[in-house]
């Protein structure tokens, strides 16, 4: 069952349930989708898994900046229907990557791919991101390949 059936399946799911929350953040995920979908200009059935794990992925990264000001603000309300759906987000992606574990992955990548300097950053960008996936960040990913490009020189 591919990531778009199981988003429309758990909206009838909590529909049913009457949870609030769940439906809200699960219609979201399903309109994103969607907008892909016409993007490329294909049904929104037919988005495949990749696309699907970055959209949910960027909605739960900014699910949780959002959360984060409003706790700055002291709009603890707003907070935590924030985080209630980030969470809900959440149990779609993988389990996140330690930094260490994404340390040891890129060193890898550089090493195969033969990198060594700062030049090559975009060429080991471009597949740390295509094999690290929504497991890790792109901005913890990019810090990582930069300093060990840099302690390559």
Do not use: C, W
């Amino acid at each position: 069952m591919s990531i778009y059936e199981t988003i429309s399946d758990g909206i009838k799911e909590a529909m049913r349930a009457k949870d609030r929350e769940k439906l809200s953040a699960l219609r979201d995920i399903k309109s994103k989708l969607m907008l892909e979908a016409t993007k490329t200009g294909i049904d929104g059935s037919e988005i495949s898994d990749d696309v699907a794990m970055k959209i949910l992925s960027k909605l739960h990264k900014q699910r949780m900046e959002t959360a984060e000001l409003y706790s700055g603000q002291g709009r603890s309300d707003l907070q935590a229907e924030e985080l209630a759906q980030a969470k809900v987000i959440g149990a779609f992606l993988p389990e996140p990557m330690s930094e260490s574990e994404i340390e040891d992955a890129v060193k890898g990548l550089i090493q195969r791919m033969g990198a060594s300097g700062m030049g090559d950053m975009g060429k080991v960008m471009g597949a740390a991101n295509a094999q690290l996936g929504a497991q890790a960040d792109g901005s913890v990913i990019a810090k990582i390949v930069k300093a060990q490009l840099l302690v390559g020189n």
